[in-house]
């Protein structure tokens, strides 16, 4: 006896599906920046050495677990647009702007490439914004315009440790 297969149904939370599209890719973007940056952040957590060591440890600390919570939280809103999220090495390392490290930066070089990916995901999350802004997705500009709010101020923050 065959299955009947049930038909899908189809998404109207008045946003054109092309827009939907168009949206979620530029959210894979984000999702992809703010997932290597948390790799990043997490890496430097582990390994960062010197006299400021603790404050460093414990910085790093907080900010890859407020990008453990980011990452969901976007990847949750590309579902709801209904599309897949990525979720593999291979595929951020295709979407994202922010480079890998060779080797292990000094806790100078860590807090620059820091500033440096904060900033990115913030420029990406600006990107998308114009999209989800003339698709009337107030949701999606909500959310990015935390994020830009979240990745300026830490950006400010890592970049203030470098001053003097």
């Known amino acids: 006896m065959a299955t009947k297969v049930k038909p899908r149904v189809e998404m109207d939370i008045g946003i054109a599906k092309k827009d939907r599209q168009a949206i979620a890719k530029g959210l894979s973007r984000l999702l992809a920046d703010s997932y290597t940056l948390y790799l990043k952040t997490h890496n430097y957590h582990w390994n960062v050495t ?70 990115q995901v913030a420029r990406t999350a600006r990107e998308v914004f114009p999209i989800a802004e003339a698709a009337n997705d107030q949701p999606t500009a909500d959310l990015l315009t935390q994020r830009m709010q979240i990745h300026e101020k830490t950006a400010w923050m890592l970049r203030s440790m470098l001053a003097g």
Request: hydrophobic share 40%; no cysteine; aromatic share 8%.
């Open 50 to 119: 010197g006299p400021q060591f603790n404050t460093l440890h414990l910085m790093f600390e907080t900010q890859y677990n407020e990008l453990a919570l980011a990452v969901d939280a976007i990847a949750e809103r590309i579902r709801a647009l209904g599309e897949p999220a990525p979720g593999s090495y291979r595929a951020y390392a295709k979407l994202t702007q922010i480079p890998e490290d060779d080797g292990v930066p000094s806790a100078e070089a860590m807090l620059r490439n820091l500033v440096a990916g904060q900033e």
